[in-house]
Structure formats: C-alpha cells, structure tokens
C-alpha cells in the first residue's frame, strides 16, 4: 500500500511516500522556508533536486509535492489515486488519544480543542492535516501520536506531586514524547534479542530534541519528557528538568511574562544557552576546546547517564542500551562519554568499535561477554507512521 507520510512544522513541512509492503521510500519532500521569502523544497528519488517556488501556507506547500509525484520529468506515480492514506505526525491531544486514530472531521474540531497540549508542535501539525483533507479529501488521514507508546507507564511513573484535581480535571501528566521511535526500537530488539518477556531496554533517543526511555517486557514504564517535550535531559535548545522556581525568577530578571519565558527555555536554552553559540553537536564536537561549550557537552552527558541510571534502578537492572535518532547514531563522542565509568553496571565498552563504526547500520559496541550490551539502531519513525496508517485503513 502506497502511504504518505507527513510532519508538518511551523515553517515546513516534511513528506514522503512509502511502499508499506516493503518499506521503500518512493520520494521524499522537504519544504522549508513557507511563509516566508525564498521558499523550496528538497525532493529526493534517486537524486535529489532544489525547487525553488513561493509557498505562502502549507496547503500550498502540500500541493507541489503532489504536483511533483506525478510529474512526468521527477515523477514516481502515474496518478494520485495510488495513494492509499495520509499518517501524519502528531504529538500530545491528551490522555485519551493513546493510540493512532482515523482523523475524521468530528476528531478533527476535539483535537483544536486539545492543542494546549503540545503547543509548539500541534498547531502546525493542525496546519498540515487540514491541507491534506482539502487537497485529498477522499484520502483517510491518520494521527500516529507520538505520546501512545508510553500509555503503558504505570499511574506512579506519570503522576506529577501536585495536587491531585490537576490530574483530574485538567489531565496534567507525564505524556512523554518520541514514542513512535522508541516503539520501533523495541520491534528491532524483538528482531534481534528474541522475545521481550523479561528484558530490560534503555532506549536513548538523541537529537536536537532528546529522551531517554525505560522498555520492560517490550513496553514503556518510564520516559524522560514530560507534559511537555521540554523536560528530561539536557538538549539543543530546550533546558531539560529545571526548578520551576527558576521561571519566576527568569520573568522577573528578563521583565518578560510566562509565554515568553517558556520560550526561552524551549529555544534558548539547553547547549546554545550554556554555550551561547551552538546548538549542534557537530559544531559542539568541533570546539570542545572552549569551557562554555566542554561544560554544555558535560551537562548533557551527565543528564543523560543519570536517567540510564535511574531507569536501571527501577527495572532492577538493564539488559541493552540502545542509542538511536541524529547524534544517538552518529555522534562516537557522545556515546563513549556516556558509557565512560559505567563498568559497574556491566558495560564493557568497546571504545575502538564505537570509534570506527560505519555509520548507518545496527552496530553493538559492547566486547563479547559485556553483560550489559550497548548498540546503535538507526530509527525509522516514519515507517511506523507509515504501518499504523496502512493497519488502520485496511
């Protein structure tokens, strides 16, 4: 089944179509830049090209990536009607979307409803969805939530210590975030380590948004996000876990209200807010000779061992480290400072093996008899996206 595959951002919108029977990218789109001036998109087959075009809003945006597909010069399919279904990355509606949903226009109007639960991510994804159902609208969207894969968390992991009306009447709780990439991190342990039933996985997913997941028995009991994508450990922009005292103190040294000081931890803060220079950790990596930046680089290290840590406790022990998503799989520094002193909880870290590793491929980077096991899976949460969306239309 031919699937599109979207996620939509404030000013972009990422998409590709996906053979779901074998998992092929047929194409895939890259819009940057829309509403504003100089807008392109990226659209990759076999070779990718830059088509520069002025895209005021997402439906436009939309449309010529469809154009596109059915080009006859950049084409990959005769007709639109091949498409099958439209998955759409979705972040956080509230407790009761805990699973991925057919978005029908009813569903649709309760999730705007819903949207103060991920208020950085929802209203663009809103965005997307709706051009979607006005330029296919006999296609069947599908939200494919990036919360679902942690409704397994028991009531103590995700109740916060506040009082208990919150939760009641406002679903103020731990929700989490990435679960569609720590899910398919469990689908390949149970690929490559057998059955799940009493294995204990941490799954890193390390980006420039980052969190850290506890996977027992192959479903998640903890996760590092919180109601919001903007706790856990330390991140490219993001602050990770704070004191919330520390918000007032900001609107108050800063003279800015609340929205603009949760901005300022959402954007400004985490490795460009220590370093003041980059947010990246190719550019972190490459000036570890500055001490604002080897001090951003050790405070992420550090929140990132303490979780493993923590999670570990609660499992009663740990089987497999997994670190997947950009710097997860691409960054040996990050992963060696990570697994560094960590003998005692049985990792025997090969430090060559991480060093040299090709790039791409699942890799373990533990010596044979390590008794905890440490390997890179690269994630694909697209094509999870893309398999619930064909599971639900069939």
């Known amino acids: 089944m031919k699937v599109l595959v979207v996620n939509s951002g404030s000013s972009s919108l990422k998409a590709q179509l996906m053979e779901t029977d074998n998992g092929k990218v047929l194409a895939k789109a890259y819009c940057q830049r829309i509403g504003l001036d100089k807008s392109f998109m990226e659209y990759k087959t076999n070779e990718k090209v830059i088509i520069n075009f002025d895209m005021p809003n997402h439906k436009v945006a939309f449309k010529l990536f469809l154009d596109t597909l059915i080009s006859k010069d950049k084409g990959v399919i005769k007709d639109l009607n091949e498409i099958k279904a439209i998955g759409h990355r979705v972040v956080n509606f509230g407790e009761k979307y805990n699973k991925s949903f057919v978005i029908t226009k009813e569903i649709y109007e309760d999730m705007e409803k819903n949207i103060h639960f ?13 051009a979607c159902m006005e330029l296919m609208p006999n296609v069947k969207n ?3 939530l990036d919360t679902a894969f942690h409704s397994t968390m028991p009531d103590y992991a995700y109740t916060y210590a506040i009082p208990y009306e919150f939760y009641e009447k ?33 799954s890193c997913h390390l980006g420039s948004g980052s969190s850290i997941c506890a996977i027992k028995d ?9 109601y919001t994508p903007l706790a856990g450990v330390v991140m490219g922009t993001r602050s990770g876990d704070i004191d919330p005292a520390i918000v007032k103190e900001i609107m108050q040294i800063k003279n800015i ?26 550019d972190i990596d490459n000036n570890l000779d500055k001490p604002r930046v080897k001090l951003a680089f050790d ?32 960054d040996e520094l990050v992963r060696e400072a990570v697994c560094k002193d960590m003998e005692y909880l049985g990792i025997d870290f090969d430090y060559e093996v991480n060093k040299n590793a090709p ?15 440490v390997y890179r899976i690269p994630t694909d949460e697209e094509y999870m996206i893309a398999l619930d969306t064909a599971n639900l239309v069939k």
């Open 118 to 130: 991920a208020p950085l991510h929802n209203p663009p994804a809103m965005t997307g969805i709706k």
């Open 142 to 144: 599908v939200g494919v």
């Open 359 to 373: 790039r791409g491929t699942i890799q373990e980077f533990t010596k044979k008899g390590s008794k905890v096991k």
């Open 218 to 226: 192959g479903v998640s009991i903890d996760t590092s996000m919180g």
């Open 257 to 282: 209200d609340i929205d603009k000081a949760i901005n300022l931890l959402n954007k400004e803060s985490g490795l460009i807010g220590v370093t003041g220079e980059y947010s990246d950790l190719r």
């Open 299 to 330: 405070l992420m290290v550090y929140s990132i061992k303490k979780y493993i840590g923590a999670y570990a406790a609660i499992m009663n022990g740990v089987d497999y480290i997994i670190f997947t998503a950009g710097v997860g799989e691409n």
């Open 170 to 202: 406002n679903k103020i709780r731990r929700y989490g975030a990435h679960g569609t990439s720590h899910r398919y991190i469990a689908m390949k342990c149970a690929d490559l380590f057998g059955d799940l039933k009493g294995k204990k996985i941490i």
